[in-house]
Each structure stands twice: as structure tokens, then as C-alpha cells.
């Protein structure tokens, strides 16, 4: 019903930035908020930006003033710069909204959805 698509990882060196982006479609009918979390190897999936539908954000501690949520809300997408990047970055990052859908039979709220994950890899 509802597809996220991810996009923008890759291999980058220490100090280097990257742009992910995360574009949903399907039978939307209205999206609350939208985040992106990683999951880094022995660790929990954990939340690293979020943006609501009138666009306050959050961040954990370890990426304010580094990373940057925004979002598109004619194209239904999420974006996250992420600039000064340091090797503890390295994660699988995932994309997530929260939102209201069709279902082809009424409207349903309350529904959350992921990406299948992009990797983000700080080497040198």
C-alpha cells in the first residue's frame, strides 16, 4: 500500500557529507511525521532525526549541528544532510513515516512504515 524508497548512501571519508533521501508513495492520504534512525553494528536501531508535518524537528545529541532533516511534502519525501561525518556514522540508515493511508475500503490512521535501509559507510 505504502513504498518507501531510499537513496544517497554510500562510502565517504571522515569530514565528508552525504544527502540521503527517502521518497514515500502508495495510497498516502496524509503524513505526520517522518524520521530517519540507523542501526549500527552490536546497537539498537535508534532514532537520529525527525520532522513533523509543520516542520519541528528533532535530533539526537550526536548529530546536532552535523545533520540536517527537511522534507517535501508535494513529493512525499524526506531528506537528511549529513555533513562532517565521522566513522562512529556508519550505520544502515532507515527511513520512517507515520501516517494515514487508503487501505481501498476507508482511510486508515495510525500507520507506520520503513525502508528497507541504505548503508553509510566513513572510511578512509
Known amino acids: 500500500q505504502v513504498q518507501l524508497v531510499e537513496s544517497g548512501g554510500g562510502l565517504v571519508q571522515p569530514g565528508g557529507s552525504l544527502i540521503l533521501s527517502c521518497a514515500a508513495s502508495?495510497?498516502?492520504?496524509?503524513?505526520?511525521?517522518m524520521g530517519w534512525y540507523l542501526h549500527a553494528p552490536v546497537k539498537d536501531r535508534e532514532l537520529v532525526a525527525a520532522?513533523?508535518?509543520?516542520?519541528?524537528?528533532n535530533y539526537v545529541d550526536s548529530v546536532k549541528g552535523r545533520f540536517t532533516i527537511s522534507r517535501d511534502n508535494a513529493k512525499n519525501t524526506v531528506y537528511l544532510q549529513m555533513s562532517s561525518l565521522k566513522p562512529e556514522d556508519t550505520a544502515v540508515y532507515y527511513c520512517n513515516i507515520q501516517c494515514s493511508n487508503y487501505n481501498g475500503h476507508r482511510i486508515e490512521g495510525g500507520k507506520t512504515y520503513w525502508g528497507k535501509g541504505t548503508l553509510v559507510t566513513v572510511s578512509s
Open positions: 502508495g495510497s498516502i492520504v496524509s503524513i505526520n511525521a
Open positions: 520532522i513533523t508535518s509543520g516542520g519541528s524537528t
